[in-house]
């Protein structure tokens, strides 16, 4: 088969498997895991074969005619390039493994079914996503992702923290894809085309006229989608659905394709140095603010939500300085080591019971209940940390040498100031990211207390994934002088200058949060903090939801626990309790838009019922006292209704006569 056959294939497959799965769900549920896991699976080998053939070589376009439309037409296109065919391996990969993953993770839930489908579907409009070469088209695949996070992350719909968190994620996401959708229409109008190419080459050729209105519209868009400041609320609460969701949403889908769309479009908001700088600006923000709160929350998966927002954070600071290979770089990079956080995250939660770091600070002999989880977290936190010779530590110092190249003049894609902008806040980060990194592991396998409950070895559906996500982890990066091709032929090889600055800032913020750990860890056993542990026998999802009843009961939605042993609160000090609110803006949020909006359609709730209503009320009111009136006279009597024709008769003769007397005497 040609390549453009088997790309076809690849966002097809998923598709297939989530119709069938839905289908045979009830009927012959014995299919549905080989529905869930096979075509998956077909569709990350076919996307790997896919890449092979790419190469890293010329793009591979293909395009048909979908719908004639008036005026811009809209094509079943795609755009096979170096970036593209990278990125749909790592989809593949990822939700391949959630799935297999999740037939042990869920294995006696009675919504898995449904729960499959989505996630195949999920994978299919990623997947388009990437290799679509109309922007229409992939707005499609967008607004796919969009539908199925909200179910997905309310998969636990019985608890009140799924169904705020679901519609939540709905909400904020929409709220900005309306410009976005703005933004393509409003590129579309100004290059005549939504295919990508053309789109590019038109404003190679200066066919933009609008560039910075257009990029800050769909900048927009991909704030919400790839939840960067200030829409980025809306990721630390979907934890509240299914661990491996979570992971599918983090590594490879969602918060992905916004940065993706902008590595595919960088042309575009290259034309705007406004637009640059306010995404280096937006960046920055996000990457610290988003370690500062991670470095305070006591939920194991709200650290991963916060880092994860981080790390987008760092992909939208290579934008901003013009280097799209860098980000998607990291993208790919960051991909394989968040899988493998979250999905060890899932396995942690199972053998602990809870999901507080405070509890498991207070367990003893947890890395030795789940071997396998503690050794492949261990290896994604030094990549997440950028610790050589890790995954993340190639990727993030791409990343900062983009930066330093643009801060010092070196590049002219991006204004000096998106530069340091992204440089410094960089540094800053990699120093608290170590730093949360440490925090996370010590209290996670390093805990002081009673065993942690043995149920013995997990699944291993669930932990046979968790080593094949640890190979790119560990090895990915070491491919960075190799794979130049693929990513534009930019250089992604470390510089001596940053490796040192971000190594030693990452080492610095590691050790000091262990020293502050030892300075604290005594406290545990004289204060009684954490949740109670849930069932450990049941399945790991039901463990997982009777763990995030039992942690909102005791702390509330903060994310915060009382911890005095917690180092991160001796590091933090009076901020501790603002990073884990998030800095307030939830309840920023809630009091600028939430309660007006509220306030309004209360007002119009009381004008419809108290106004509206009223006329209408009176209205058939007036009409029941007159049909009263009338049937008072209907008496059934013929000598009545006689009596009465004379008297009207008669009252008419009078007035006929006073009437005419009248009008002669005048």
């Keep these: 088969m040609t390549t453009t056959t088997l790309a076809v294939l690849v966002p097809l497959l998923p598709f297939l498997g989530a119709a069938a799965g839905l289908l045979l769900g009830r009927t012959a549920p014995g299919f549905v895991r080989p529905l869930a896991v096979l075509p998956t699976l077909t569709a990350f080998l076919l996307a790997a074969v896919v890449a092979w053939r790419q190469g890293g070589g010329?793009?591979?376009?293909?395009?048909?005619?979908?719908?004639?439309?008036?005026?811009?037409?809209?094509?079943?296109?795609?755009?096979?390039?170096?970036?593209?065919?990278?990125?749909?391996?790592?989809?593949?990969?990822?939700?391949?493994?959630?799935?297999?993953?999740?037939?042990?993770?869920?294995?006696?839930?009675?919504?898995?079914?449904?729960?499959?489908?989505?996630?195949?579907?999920?994978?299919?409009a990623m997947l388009l996503v990437v290799y679509s070469g109309d922007l229409m088209v992939l707005l499609v695949g967008w607004e796919i992702m969009g539908i199925c996070s909200y179910f997905l992350i309310g998969h636990y719909w019985e608890t009140p923290e799924a169904r705020a968190a679901s519609l939540k994620a709905f909400l904020v996401t929409k709220l900005g894809d309306v410009p976005?959708?703005?933004?393509?229409?409003?590129?579309?109008?100004?290059?005549?085309?939504?295919?990508?190419?053309?789109?590019?080459?038109?404003?190679?050729?200066?066919?933009?006229?609008?560039?910075?209105?257009?990029?800050?519209?769909?900048?927009?868009?991909?704030?919400?989608?790839?939840?960067?400041?200030?829409?980025?609320?809306?990721?630390?609460?979907a934890m509240a659905g299914p661990t491996p969701v979570s992971a599918l949403i983090h590594a490879a889908t969602m918060v992905a394709a916004g940065i993706y769309f902008v590595a595919r479009l960088l042309p575009v908001f290259a034309q705007s140095g406004a637009a640059l700088v306010v995404l280096g600006?937006?960046?920055?923000?996000?990457?610290?603010?988003?370690?500062?709160?991670?470095?305070?929350?006591?939920?194991?998966?709200?650290?991963?939500?916060?880092?994860t927002i981080g790390q987008l954070g760092y992909m939208a600071g290579a934008l901003a300085v013009g280097d799209r290979g860098a980000a998607v770089f990291h993208?790919?990079?960051?991909?394989?080591?968040?899988?493998?956080?979250?999905?060890?995250?899932?396995v942690v939660i199972h053998a602990a019971g809870t999901n507080s770091l405070a509890a498991m600070s207070r367990m003893g002999g947890l890395?030795?209940?789940?071997?396998?989880?503690?050794?492949?977290?261990?290896?994604?936190?030094?990549?997440?940390?950028?610790?050589?010779?890790?995954?993340?530590?190639?990727?993030?110092?791409?990343?900062?040498?983009?930066?330093?190249?643009?801060?010092?003049?070196?590049?002219?894609?991006a204004p000096s100031a998106a530069?340091?902008?992204?440089?410094?806040?960089?540094?800053?980060?990699?120093?608290?990211?170590?730093?949360?990194?440490t925090r996370l592991w010590l209290l996670t396998f390093r805990g002081r207390g009673p065993a942690a409950p043995d149920h013995g070895r997990q699944p291993l559906a669930m932990t046979s994934v968790l080593w094949v996500l640890a190979v790119p982890t560990m090895a990915f990066g070491l491919t960075a002088g190799a794979i130049g091709d693929w990513f534009d032929g930019h250089d992604l090889t470390p510089s001596l200058t940053t490796a040192v600055l971000s190594t030693g800032v990452g080492l610095i913020g590691g050790l000091v949060t262990y020293g502050a750990w030892r300075h604290t860890s005594a406290l545990a056993a004289r204060t009684a903090v954490g949740?109670?542990?849930?069932?450990?026998?049941?399945?790991?999802?039901?463990?997982?939801?009777?763990?995030?009843?039992?942690?909102?009961?005791?702390?509330?939605?903060?994310?915060?626990?009382?911890?005095?042993?917690?180092?991160?609160?001796?590091?933090?000090?009076?901020?501790?309790?603002?990073?884990?609110?998030?800095?307030?803006?939830?309840?920023?949020?809630?009091?600028?838009?939430?309660?007006?909006?509220?306030?309004a359609a209360s007002l119009v709730r009381f004008l419809d019922r108290e106004v509206v209503d009223t006329y209408?009320?009176?209205?058939?009111?007036?009409?029941?006292?007159?049909?009263?009136?009338?049937?008072?006279?209907?008496?059934?009597?013929?000598?009545?209704?006689?009596?009465?024709?004379?008297?009207?008769?008669?009252?008419?003769?009078?007035?006929?006569?006073?009437?005419?007397?009248?009008?002669a005497g005048s």
């Excluded at 959630?98 to 996630?119: E, G, H, K, N, W």
């Design 419 to 437: 530069g340091w902008t992204v440089l410094v806040a960089g540094l800053l980060t990699a120093a608290l990211t170590a730093a949360y990194a």
């Design 58 to 124: 010329p793009a591979v376009d293909a395009a048909t005619r979908l719908t004639p439309t008036g005026s811009v037409p809209i094509d079943l296109a795609l755009h096979l390039d170096g970036f593209a065919v990278l990125v749909a391996v790592l989809v593949g990969l990822v939700a391949t493994c959630v799935q297999i993953y999740s037939t042990a993770y869920l294995r006696d839930d009675p919504r898995y079914p449904s729960y499959a489908a989505l996630v195949s579907l999920f994978t299919s």
């Design 531 to 599: 949740t109670a542990a849930a069932h450990p026998d049941a399945e790991p999802a039901l463990v997982e939801a009777e763990a995030l009843t039992a942690h909102t009961a005791a702390y509330g939605t903060a994310g915060d626990a009382p911890d005095p042993a917690d180092p991160g609160r001796l590091l933090l000090g009076p901020l501790h309790h603002h990073a884990a609110t998030g800095f307030h803006l939830d309840a920023l949020y809630t009091a600028l838009f939430v309660r007006p909006v509220r306030a």
């Design 281 to 307: 600006v937006m960046a920055a923000v996000t990457m610290t603010g988003s370690a500062l709160a991670a470095l305070a929350q006591d939920d194991i998966k709200r650290v991963l939500a916060y880092s």
């Design 616 to 663: 209408v009320r009176g209205s058939g009111t007036g009409a029941r006292w007159l049909g009263a009136a009338v049937r008072r006279a209907q008496t059934g009597n013929v000598q009545t209704y006689l009596g009465a024709l004379l008297a009207g008769s008669l009252v008419l003769a009078i007035a006929a006569v006073v009437f005419a007397n009248v009008n």
């Design 331 to 346: 993208l790919l990079s960051h991909g394989a080591f968040k899988a493998v956080l979250f999905l060890a995250a899932g």
């Design 367 to 413: 890395a030795k209940r789940i071997p396998d989880a503690y050794w492949t977290m261990t290896v994604a936190l030094l990549a997440l940390a950028a610790i050589p010779p890790f995954a993340g530590f190639f990727s993030k110092e791409a990343v900062l040498v983009a930066a330093e190249h643009t801060a010092l003049g070196e590049r002219h894609v």
């Design 180 to 237: 976005f959708l703005i933004g393509l229409l409003a590129l579309a109008a100004d290059t005549g085309s939504f295919r990508i190419t053309r789109i590019l080459g038109a404003v190679a050729n200066g066919g933009l006229d609008h560039p910075t209105l257009i990029a800050l519209l769909l900048l927009a868009g991909v704030a919400g989608k790839s939840a960067q400041f200030p829409l980025h609320t809306w990721l630390p609460d």
